[in-house]
């Protein structure tokens, strides 16, 4: 794959289809050509949890274009290979092609189970710690273009020491999943979107999901309302405690 484009996405509300900023790095030849960020009118307006996160606000949203609208400048992304660090970001993307009716297909790839398969030994596998394990240049978090660029350049770096393969046996999607439950945990909090995350992974992966049926139905339930409140998270914590001693 000599060329990609790494992309995140930030959300205004617990809903997929709530994207309200869109960033992106293209890769060519091992190197990143070009970067953009755009600010989107997100579905749903913004809830304040989400703004508090990442600082967008319907201020900054109210005079620009529903993704709908602006697909036709960035339609020419999706026609590459996308590598984006969760797969969060591969939800908000399907959620919005249905939405806005683009009928998108693309390649996916999910950088950060690349990195939970080549090292198993790191603490989690969030941006941050992986930036850090890589000795990569500091970025802002929660920005999209920012977060999008620390991708392609984690990337980068776990094809240097060897693309990782695809996940096929139950063993190594167990390992991912407790990759994915120590990273949750790894700052002793659930939030929102670590929640949905560990959702959509378990809806991807169904024999895990049947395996770990508490978890998976405790998730979907506690976001049944679209919101995860406090004791919801404590809660899922306590669960995912609880679980990460058997695995």
């Known amino acids: 794959m000599q060329e990609f484009i790494a992309i995140d996405f930030e959300t205004?509300?617990?809903?997929?289809?709530?994207?309200?900023?869109?960033g992106y790095a293209k890769i060519s030849n091992c190197e990143i050509v070009e970067t953009k960020g755009y600010l989107i009118k997100p579905v749903?307006?913004?809830a304040p949890f989400q703004s508090k996160i990442h600082g967008i606000k319907e201020e900054h949203t109210y005079n620009k274009p529903e993704f709908g609208e602006l697909f036709s400048e960035i339609q020419d992304i999706f026609d590459h290979s996308l590598v984006a660090h969760s797969l969060f970001d591969k939800q908000v993307l399907n959620a919005?092609?249905?939405?806005?009716?683009?009928?998108?297909?693309?390649?996916?790839?999910?950088s950060s189970s690349v990195?939970?398969?080549?090292l198993p030994n790191l603490k989690n596998y969030k941006l941050k710690t992986l930036v850090k394990h890589f000795g990569l240049p500091a970025f802002k978090h929660h920005d999209a273009t920012e977060d999008a660029i620390a991708c392609a350049k984690i990337f980068l770096k776990l094809r240097e020491q060897g693309e990782g393969k695809t996940l096929q046996t139950v063993g190594d999607r167990i390992a991912e999943f407790k990759g994915m439950v120590m990273g949750i945990l790894a700052d002793?909090?659930?939030?929102?979107?670590?929640?949905?995350e560990l959702l959509y992974w378990l809806e991807d992966h169904v024999e895990i999901a049947k395996q770990y049926q508490n978890i998976y139905l405790k998730t979907k339930e506690v976001l049944d309302d679209d919101h995860l409140?406090?004791?919801?998270s404590r809660e899922m914590k306590t669960l995912l405690d609880n679980v990460l001693k058997t695995l």
């Not at 205004?12 to 869109?22: G, M, Q, T």
């Not at 659930?190 to 949905?196: F, I, L, M, R, T």
């Open 115 to 118: 990195a939970k398969e080549q």
């Open 188 to 196: 002793d909090e659930v939030n929102y979107k670590e929640a949905y």
């Open 229 to 232: 409140d406090k004791i919801e």
């Open 96 to 110: 919005l092609s249905d939405h806005f009716n683009l009928r998108l297909s693309f390649d996916y790839i999910d």
């Open 44 to 46: 749903g307006g913004h």
């Open 12 to 22: 205004a509300n617990p809903k997929r289809v709530s994207a309200c900023a869109i």
